[in-house]
């Protein structure tokens, strides 16, 4: 492969292959074949590019291919006067491939609300979605629900069928239907931030076209439904990626909130940020969403670090796990607990999540258990619990940073 095509194929990433892979899932109703058209058309892309030079928009040399293939197997399907029909009558919809990927923008709410159908099992929703409508790997949407690989796998393959035998389209559903399809809509939207927010798997931290696309999704869906939650995830979203000038150093390794550069977040989307979640956690209906747009709020205005309402937040995190007792959301509030009334209420707070399953491998919670750790002077434990991160899955940028602070307590291990 040329360096010429290696690099314009990388650059098709994850995200512009799930926007090519929603508009072939739109035009053709069928996720398996929209799949392996698109899989086709990479491969072909292998081996013509070299020869005839990388196209001047892959994006849309891509997309036509992968449609073309898809074509050739629908006219040796069985069913093809069916599967025609249904390519007519979306002919006036669908988009020109060569105007590109910002040609069909939106194709991917259609899959977003295709995903969240009444017919497929709620489990099954999410897992769909962030693989096929996210883009992620089945490893990184295993590691986004705290959910064993093999078990996604298996939720992926049954929702894929259910959508097959059923028909069901690819296409937003009518204004009525909005408020009982929306809730997984926003999740996904939420998980597939988080993930872009810090990479589970690869080299950087952070992936910002993933938080970028997130961000767009969620101003599309306040558009359509301005409900106190889309409101307030569209707060969260903006308010958190407000700091990323100051998450990372110059080569890439995490920066802790409290040591962020406060003067580097943007001040345009934390102003946007807080009048959206000010309205947010006004409106009726405000549930976690609104919440949680709350606390980034009351990050966000504080001018240093050590200026943190850490009771304020303490306060919000018990009002949170009213709505969502989940072990995530619990170590948010040992850490807020934690930093408003001592490490060792916060530390008593963490080990009694100890047992719970999905913190097993949950990388962020042996770090917060790592920081209390130190704070209350057990280096032993905080050293245990970093090394205990450091075997999970995780970016390499990451992995760094955990090493570094690893270091500060000397050879700890076990074996020395």
């Known amino acids: 492969m040329s360096d010429a095509t290696q690099r314009a194929l990388a650059a098709v990433d994850h995200d512009g292959r799930s926007r090519l892979l929603a508009t072939l899932t739109r035009q053709f109703g069928d996720l398996d074949l929209a799949e392996d058209a698109l899989q086709d058309a990479l491969a072909q ?44 009558d979306e002919a006036s919809r669908a988009p020109n491939p060569s105007g590109g990927e910002e040609a069909v ?100 931290h952070v992936d910002d076209d993933l938080t970028a696309e997130a961000v ?10 301005p409900t106190a ?86 306060v919000l995190y018990r009002l949170l796990q009213d709505h969502d007792p989940g072990p995530v959301v619990r170590v948010g509030r040992a850490v807020a607990v934690g930093r408003a009334f001592g490490p060792h209420r916060g530390l008593d707070l963490l080990d009694a999540l100890r047992e719970e399953p999905a913190l097993a491998r949950y990388r962020p919670f042996h770090i917060a258990r790592a920081i209390t750790l130190a704070e209350v002077g057990d280096s032993d434990g905080a050293a245990a619990a970093y090394r205990r991160a450091l075997e999970l899955p995780g970016n390499t940028a990451e992995d760094d940073f955990l090493a570094d602070a690893l270091d500060e307590f000397g050879d700890r291990s076990p074996d020395s």
């Open 45 to 88: 892309a292998l081996v013509s590019w070299p020869e005839s030079g990388v196209p001047r928009s892959p994006v849309a040399w891509l997309t036509t291919t992968a449609r073309r293939k898809a074509l050739d197997v629908v006219r040796r399907d069985a069913v093809l006067a069916t599967k025609l029909a249904r390519l007519r």
């Open 105 to 204: 923008p939106d194709d991917r709410l259609g899959m977003f609300f295709a995903c969240t159908h009444p017919v497929l099992r709620p489990e099954d929703r999410i897992a769909l979605m962030l693989r096929f409508v996210g883009g992620l790997s089945t490893v990184e949407v295993a590691h986004a629900l705290l959910t064993p690989t093999a078990t996604v796998q298996q939720r992926i393959v049954r929702a894929k069928k259910r959508i097959r035998a059923l028909g069901v389209p690819f296409t937003p559903p009518r204004t009525d239907d909005l408020p009982d399809r929306i809730d997984g809509v926003l999740r996904v939207v939420y998980l597939l931030f988080s993930e872009g927010f810090a990479r589970s798997t690869g080299r950087a």
């Open 216 to 225: 767009r999704l969620a101003r599309l869906l306040h558009r359509l439904l």
């Open 229 to 314: 939650e889309t409101t307030g995830l569209l707060a969260l979203l903006l308010l958190t990626q407000a700091r990323r000038p100051a998450r990372t150093t110059a080569d890439g390794i995490p920066v802790p909130l409290a040591d962020q550069d406060r003067s580097r977040w943007i001040g345009d989307l934390i102003v946007e940020g807080l009048a959206l979640a000010e309205s947010a956690a006004g409106s009726r209906g405000a549930g976690p969403y609104a919440i949680q747009a709350s606390i980034a709020a009351v990050h966000a205005e504080a001018r240093t670090a050590d200026d943190t309402d850490w009771s304020q937040i303490a």
